[in-house]
């Protein structure tokens, strides 16, 4: 089990930027890769960046440039998300994601989101 807690959130003019934070607990040894995703209103959830157990990372191509993903490579339990050169379009429920995979089963670990607004 993982528990994540998000944070940073809040309401920005376009071309600022913020950083995301996400805090896990339990199982985090377990844990294969953590994520980004978002979902805006009325459009599916979808992933932002990710980064896996060995510190490789992939964004997707809507922020490449703009957002960076990271974590602090001590304890692996935060993980970050710089975002610059915001856009109103990036407006969004913020959602960090860890994946432990156990007997070739995927779990995926959800955190309550954070609210991201972007005004132009």
């Known amino acids: 089990q993982v528990q994540l807690v998000e944070s940073g959130g809040k309401s920005v003019q376009a071309g600022g930027s913020l950083r995301l934070s996400c805090e896990a607990s339990g199982s985090i040894l377990s844990i294969k890769s953590m994520a980004w995703y978002r979902q805006a209103p009325g459009k599916q959830r979808e992933l932002v960046a990710d980064?896996?157990?060995?510190?490789?990372?992939?964004l997707a191509d809507s922020v490449k440039g703009r957002f960076a993903i990271s974590r602090d490579n001590v304890e692996k339990k935060m993980v970050f998300l710089q975002m610059n050169s915001l856009k109103p379009e990036d407006t969004a429920v913020y959602y960090c994601?860890?994946?432990?995979?156990?007997?070739?089963?995927?779990?995926?670990?959800w955190g309550q989101g954070t609210q991201v607004t972007v005004s132009s």
């Open positions: 980064i896996m157990r060995n510190g490789s990372t992939n």
């Open positions: 994601n860890a994946v432990i995979e156990k007997a070739l089963l995927r779990y995926d670990y």
